[in-house]
């Protein structure tokens, strides 16, 4: 078999603001690949079917000096993500052609020799699902709603939740365990479609923060019990305004300061005054406690819609860099996921 093309994404400067296609990466198609005949060196070679697009990108795309709980993206290499991809070849017994390897490292190329599994595991898909869900609310984000929602809410039923980017995986996941629980939820995000996403997900109150006072909203609909913070910034200060007497703030994501800087918080004297609980959330610290009982409820679940998720798919690698940079400006309608190839 003569070699084919083998495209990809490569990262190619560190970015000032956002990240801009054909500038901070590139989409390269000069690379082939002989399936046939790559050597696996013990390893297994991968056919890249689905790609997750995360706001934590933006992070990799740094200076490899600048330390941070993810490492940065190599200048000049592929840049990698959560995905989903199908095994053609392999020399590893734990990893057997045909079946589905889901990893944090795959790779943004069509194909990819990976010589372990490493933080990657073997996925058997529920029946009734799309492989796009496994890098959405059945992966890494749904992962995050619901360990840092278990670990860290102390949910009591008839408490108030607010949670922000409440249209995203992880807003989205929160604002339904929420529910279950018996809270009421207020839940904000950034577009009039999401704000009616929300609110067929059974959040009692929505709003859209770009068009409504989120201090507003929260004076009338408050205080708050449990903040999930996906965004940071100025609504990270109106929901400490707003927080009861031992609320907790489940840190997650600072959205707002990704692209242009953080901004200082102006109330962290109510933390104390407030008796505030802060509990900073990272998912790939809480799964393996939360990895059985997560795999073992949810798939089912979004399966039968007791979970409603909602995705954005774009088809085609060419197409990630203007995925990339939707999703750090926020225009992205959902979880963010490219097709590569469809099997
Ligand atoms: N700690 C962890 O382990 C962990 C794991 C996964 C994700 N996260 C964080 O969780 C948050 C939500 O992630 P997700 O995957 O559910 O997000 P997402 O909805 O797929 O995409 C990002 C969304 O962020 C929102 N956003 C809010 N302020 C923004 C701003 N200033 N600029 C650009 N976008 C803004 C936008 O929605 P609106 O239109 O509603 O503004 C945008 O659509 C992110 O902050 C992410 O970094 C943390």
Redesign the pocket.
């Known amino acids: 078999m003569a070699p084919i093309q083998n495209a990809r994404v490569l990262f190619n400067s560190v970015p000032e603001k956002f990240p801009m296609p054909g500038g901070t990466t590139v989409y390269d198609t000069t690379q082939t690949i002989d399936l046939k005949t790559v050597p696996l060196d013990g390893g297994f070679l991968i056919k890249t079917l689905i790609l997750s697009v995360?706001?934590?990108f933006r992070n990799r795309m740094r200076k490899p000096e600048k330390k941070s709980f993810v490492p940065p993206f190599e200048l000049g290499a592929s840049i990698s993500g959560y995905g989903v991809g199908r095994v053609l070849r392999s020399e590893n017994s734990a990893v057997e052609v045909g079946k589905y390897v889901y990893g944090p490292e795959m790779l943004h190329q069509e194909y990819a020799v990976m010589k372990e599994l490493g933080p990657a595991t073997v996925l058997e898909k529920h029946p009734d699902l799309p492989w796009t869900v496994y890098v959405g609310a059945a992966g890494?984000?749904g992962q995050?709603a619901f360990t840092g929602w278990k670990e860290y809410s102390d949910a009591k039923p008839g408490e108030v939740a607010f949670v922000t980017?409440g249209?995203?995986?992880?807003?989205s996941m929160v604002i339904q365990l929420a529910k279950q629980a018996g809270l009421k939820v207020i839940a904000s995000?950034?577009?009039e479609e999401?704000v009616k996403f929300m609110q067929s997900l059974g959040a009692d109150v929505v709003f859209n923060y770009k068009t409504m006072d989120t201090r507003e909203v929260l004076a009338k609909e408050g205080p708050i019990d449990i903040f999930w913070d996906?965004?940071g910034g100025d609504i990270l200060d109106a929901a400490i305004e707003h927080a009861a007497i031992k609320a907790r703030f489940l840190e997650?994501?600072?959205?707002?300061g990704?692209?242009n800087g953080h901004t200082p918080i102006k109330n962290m004297s109510m933390v104390s005054q407030k008796t505030l609980h802060i509990h900073g959330?990272?998912?790939f610290q809480l799964l393996p406690k939360y990895y059985k009982e997560f795999y073992g409820t949810i798939p089912a679940k979004l399966a039968s819609e007791e979970i409603k998720y909602n995705e954005e798919v774009t088809n085609g690698l060419d197409k990630v860099e203007d995925v990339i940079l939707a999703?750090?400006?926020?225009t992205?309608r959902a979880?963010?996921v490219v097709v590569v190839a469809e099997e």
């Open positions: 995360d706001q934590y890494m984000p995050t980017t249209a995203g995986p992880v807003g995000a950034g577009s999401k996906n965004v997650c994501g600072s959205s707002s990704y692209n959330i990272l998912v999703v750090q400006k926020g992205n979880k963010a």
